[in-house]
């Protein structure tokens, strides 16, 4: 039986392959309505009853009909968040109208003090714990409904991951023998917290900064894997 897998064959890798599915008509016209519908095509594939995404792939290869009702499958899906997003902001801005709506209370002047208590190093609770500011919830929506206020935030998130990478650097300095101990769980929960904030910048070597992806050649006829597989990690 011919098997699809991106992995070099192993007997321990024998749960983890599955058997190369054969094209039908049905087969693609169900995949491409379910893209259609907003799947990805990960998600699709994800089943064992389901062939692989690189199988799929060499399907479109070789077919282009199956590759353009593919491609327009994609394009009306994208088209439909679109739209929905659209739809979405249409009805917050027909709500916030209303007489009886909650009216949107962001300013600059809120939005602006909110980053630079956030890029001064407080966490979003201990900015919505102060009686001057919002809840979280409403700092949420603000993000949501105002793009400038949310790039703002962006870069307020970095100066904080600034700020925290200093803190662990002077955490490190001030530890001796007794403190060690507490010293490295500080510092390596500030690293978390710096990477999570800036990953291209703090992301410790060898963490999961870019997405890895194993490339491999796959014969059309009988799907069988040709040669060993490369990895791209992204760099």
Same mark, same amino acid.
């Given at each position: 039986?011919?098997?699809?897998?991106?992995?070099?064959?192993?007997?321990?890798?024998?749960?983890?392959?599955?058997?190369?599915?054969?094209?039908?008509?049905?087969?693609?016209?169900?995949?491409?309505?379910?893209?259609?519908?907003?799947?990805?095509?990960?998600?699709?594939?994800?089943?064992?009853?389901?062939?692989?995404?690189?199988?799929?792939?060499?399907?479109?290869?070789?077919?282009?009909?199956?590759?353009?009702?593919?491609? @327009?499958?994609?394009?009306?899906?994208?088209?439909?968040?679109?739209?929905?997003?659209?739809?979405?902001?249409?009805?917050?801005?027909?709500?916030?109208?209303?007489?009886?709506?909650?009216?949107?209370?962001?300013?600059?002047?809120?939005?602006?003090? !909110?980053?630079?208590? !956030?890029?001064?190093?407080?966490?979003?609770?201990?900015?919505?714990?102060?009686?001057?500011?919002?809840?979280?919830?409403?700092?949420?929506?603000?993000?949501?409904?105002?793009?400038?206020?949310?790039?703002?935030?962006?870069?307020?998130?970095?100066?904080?991951?600034?700020?925290?990478?200093?803190?662990?650097?002077?955490?490190?300095?001030?530890?001796?023998?007794?403190?060690?101990?507490?010293?490295?769980?500080?510092?390596?929960?500030?690293?978390?917290?710096?990477?999570?904030?800036?990953? @291209?910048?703090?992301?410790?070597?060898?963490?999961?900064?870019?997405?890895?992806?194993?490339?491999?050649?796959?014969?059309?006829?009988?799907?069988?894997?040709?040669?060993?597989?490369?990895?791209?990690?992204?760099?």
């Amino acid at each position: 039986m011919t098997l699809e897998t991106g992995q070099p064959s192993s007997s321990g890798d024998h749960a983890r392959r599955r058997a190369v599915t054969p094209y039908s008509a049905e087969l693609g016209a169900d995949i491409c309505r379910r893209i259609e519908a907003g799947e990805s095509l990960r998600a699709i594939c994800k089943p064992r009853d389901m062939p692989g995404a690189a199988t799929v792939h060499r399907w479109a290869g070789l077919r282009p009909e199956f590759a353009e009702a593919m491609r @327009k499958a994609r394009l009306k899906a994208r088209h439909d968040r679109v739209g929905a997003h659209r739809d979405r902001r249409r009805d917050r801005a027909w709500r916030r109208g209303r007489p009886w709506a909650r009216p949107d209370a962001y300013s600059l002047a809120a939005g602006e003090e !909110i980053c630079r208590r !956030i890029a001064g190093g407080q966490s979003m609770l201990a900015v919505c714990a102060a009686p001057d500011m919002p809840v979280a919830a409403t700092v949420y929506e603000w993000l949501r409904n105002h793009p400038d206020f949310a790039e703002q935030y962006v870069e307020a998130r970095e100066a904080q991951a600034e700020l925290m990478a200093d803190l662990a650097w002077e955490i490190a300095l001030r530890a001796d023998r007794e403190s060690a101990p507490v010293a490295r769980l500080q510092f390596d929960v500030i690293r978390w917290r710096a990477a999570r904030l800036a990953p @291209k910048a703090y992301m410790a070597e060898g963490g999961r900064r870019r997405p890895v992806m194993q490339v491999f050649i796959q014969r059309f006829g009988d799907g069988e894997i040709i040669g060993e597989p490369v990895t791209y990690n992204g760099d």
